[in-house]
């Protein structure tokens, strides 16, 4: 039952990795079409970003406050319509459109699925099943690119929209038949605007909950620059084609899963912090092979992707320990406390692909001392976090 639990909400969180990732090789044949540069085509990932992010804020409030099951299955059924709509959209002002409506409905998975971790375990547990919901939930942002290249060159852009539909469709099925409630009637908060309102104040003024969540926004900020900056460094930088994708995603992810697997077997063995320190020393060393060898030699495959597994190892140590830690601070609000969490990690996600990402195009060595700022400056807010920690 837990192994299929896993699955379930590891596909939940897949669902915004995958519309973010699988129509990547097809941008610059969005721009084509619709007559738009690349800084134009870009503002569809920007949008959809932006509104994830926002979206995020309210997920797990109301799933405190309605139940999990009903909000998901909300949530998932505009994120098929939407993703219909887009495979559809006669201009690129509709296209925006329905990518808005797209990152509204797609972060309701991945908050909710991190609230019913914490309804049914705690502790070292916890962790162990956060560890092991990212290892699988690894699989969509290595997966998503390829196949979305293979679809594009075999139906054209708008294929990528229809998998996203009919994938968001299978979820409904699948939520509907085995995904049982975690949040009984007697546990759930009332729903006051007021008072909703006082607990979101309540947890932006907890400074240590606002230092992790940065921490995990700033590191998150790495992986989502190159992310962002995807269609430009494989197809420029390193002059691959749309199918060609696995060279930067593999790397990518399958670091994540690996170090997803590595600190799910040692969370119940070694202390959190240490974990902690481990995640944040690997990607200092990642960091450093990633600027040295760009700032040495010109980007080619695979030394140019190989540093990013091992950053991508780290992250996926450190990552479950910031967010439980962030989560736990707020016992009886598991919901917002999650949305708040996500709203930080994703907003950073948005600012960092939209804004900063453009800024670094065609370069690696850019790119590179990009990322290695977020994980310095994750690194400090996760230190500067301690200071505010109020004793038990």
Known sequence: MQRLLTVIL?????????????????????????????????????VFLFTFAFMMLFYGTLSDSFGR?????????????????????????????????QGLSAGAGSVIGQAIVQDRFSGAQAQKMMSHIMMVFGLAPAIAPVLGGWLHVAFGWRSNFVFLAIF??????LVTRMLP??????????????TIGRNYLMVLRHPQFVMLALALGLV??????????????VMEILGLPETAFAWMFIPLIGGMVLGSAWGGKRATRVPPARLLWIGYAVMGVAS?????????????????????????????????GIQLSAMGLFPHNRGLAASMVGFIQMMSFALVSGLVAPLLFGSA????????????????????SLRFARPD
């Open 69 to 101: 099951r009903p909000v998901i299955l909300a949530a998932l059924s505009l994120y098929t319509l939407s993703s219909i709509g887009a495979a559809l959209a006669p201009t690129f002002g509709w296209l925006l459109v329905f990518r808005a409506l």
């Open 181 to 194: 409630e975690s949040l009984p009637r007697e546990k759930r908060q009332a729903f006051h605007p007021a």
């Open 168 to 173: 968001g469709a299978a979820m409904i099925l």
């Open 288 to 320: 450093i092979l990633n600027v040295g060898y760009n700032a040495l030699f010109p980007a080619s495959i695979p030394w140019a992707v190989l540093p990013l597994a091992v950053f991508t190892f780290g992250l996926a140590v450190a990552m479950p």
């Open 220 to 233: 998150f900020g790495g992986l989502s620059l190159y992310i962002g900056s995807a269609a430009n460094f």
């Open 365 to 384: 060595f850019k790119l590179a001392c990009g990322a290695a700022i977020g994980a310095v400056l994750s690194f400090l807010m996760w230190r500067l």
């Open 10 to 46: 590891a596909c939940l969180g897949m669902i915004g990795a995958l519309a973010i990732d699988t129509y990547l090789p097809s941008m610059p044949a969005i721009g084509a079409e619709f007559g738009v540069g690349a800084v134009a085509v870009q503002q569809t990932l920007s």
